[in-house]
């Protein structure tokens, strides 16, 4: 059996460390907003390149508390990709805006930078681009619209920790970035967490204040915020292993590697890396024309597979009201129905890697 992801064999690998960090939280009887919290923030501000990093709930809650504190409101628009997990989306609705989808490059499976401008509109007030499966998004381009047409960047990293554009953090390059510490992203909490970092020191403070109900003091809430705060167990975990990010994303870099060398005679496509970015590989997403016959031949084999993301975001029961059905976004569709992400994670080891990939040369022969 070679699993889709394997958190128990993370966790034992530095088990020492986090059972340490996990007693020093409960020894110390507090548990939300302390020096944890503070030191995290901090830690991983330094990680990304940014003046700010606030800890927030998850990583849903970062999207929303960021386009509040950029003011976005209710009945704006905000530009986003269909191809993404439906929580994007969420988030815009949360804040009361709408979500105005522009289809994929169909090479990245990012926003179409390309067909940005043409969806801009009177209600446009920011872009939020999605950097899907650990590769950044075009953001030169999607920087040039947005400085041009006066509209704010938000950049969703949900999956993309330690990932870089042309040198640079993602996360650090538009106005704000948010991360997700979901506990299988490249970097995991033990729950739910989330990261805002920004180096826009007004939005800092907005999102702290945003982020404990609006308080800019204890009982004094001078803005509608909502309640979600990094705990103190997630940020001591989360700290000791922000120190192996690095090892870890460079061992899912070689995996990735490992894989596209080892299908090259295959019958399915693998990941396009785009020139000039570091892709840290949260999903190693391969393409076929017979997606369900592949991961079918996969599971009789012992292998797990899953989509990301079977539906797009205007095919969701949830966003029926969009009003835009199939055929609307032809290339996050067409690549909906043909992805299948494989195994990778640091612990995988060559070895399955070679057999994972053995099956899918094996297939159809």
């Not at 994929?104 to 179409?112: H, K, L, R, S």
């Not at 042309?166 to 033990?190: E, M, T």
């Amino acid at each position: 059996m070679i699993p889709f992801g394997d958190l128990r064999l993370h966790y034992n690998s530095i088990k020492i460390e986090l059972d340490q960090a996990i007693e020093g939280v409960l020894s110390s009887g507090w548990f939300i907003l302390g020096e944890n919290v503070s030191a995290f923030e901090s830690e991983f501000a330094t990680f990304c390149g940014t003046e700010s990093a606030l800890g927030v709930g998850n990583g849903t809650d970062a999207l929303q508390l960021a386009l509040m504190a950029c003011g976005v409101e209710r009945g704006d628009e905000v530009i986003t990709t269909p191809l993404s997990a439906t929580f994007t989306a969420l988030a815009i609705c949360a804040v009361g805006a709408i979500p105005r989808l522009v289809d994929i490059d169909p090479e990245t499976y990012n926003i179409d930078p390309k067909k940005i401008e043409a969806a801009i509109g009177p209600r446009t007030r920011a872009i939020l681009p999605v950097h899907l499966y650990g590769q950044p998004a075009d953001l030169d381009p999607i920087l040039a619209i947005a400085r041009q047409q006066g509209l704010i960047v938000v950049e969703d990293a949900a999956q993309a920790h330690g990932a870089q554009y042309k040198g640079r953090g993602v996360g650090s390059i538009g106005d704000v970035g948010c991360f997700s510490f979901y506990p299988s992203k490249n970097l995991g909490a033990f729950g739910d967490g989330g990261m805002v970092v920004t180096d826009d020191a007004e939005i800092a403070e907005k999102v702290r204040m945003l982020r404990d109900g609006g308080q800019k003091t204890r009982y004094d809430h001078q803005l509608a915020g909502i309640n979600s705060r990094l705990d103190e167990l997630q940020a001591a975990i989360l700290r000791v292993k922000l120190r192996y990010l690095d090892k870890w994303n460079k061992r899912r870099q070689h995996i990735a590697a490992l894989y596209t060398a080892l299908l090259g005679e295959s019958d399915v496509d693998p990941p396009f890396e785009m020139p000039n970015v570091e892709h840290v590989y949260h999903l190693y997403v391969i393409s076929c024309q017979d997606r369900d016959g592949l991961q079918k031949h996969l599971e009789q084999r012992g292998v797990q597979t899953k989509v990301h993301y079977p539906t797009p975001i205007h095919l969701q029961g949830a966003f029926g009201w969009l009003r835009q059905g199939p055929g609307s976004f032809p290339t996050a569709e067409r690549c909906a129905a043909r992805i299948v992400s494989l195994p990778i994670y640091p612990e995988l080891t060559d070895a399955k890697v070679r057999q994972v990939a053995g099956y899918i040369l094996d297939w159809r022969k």
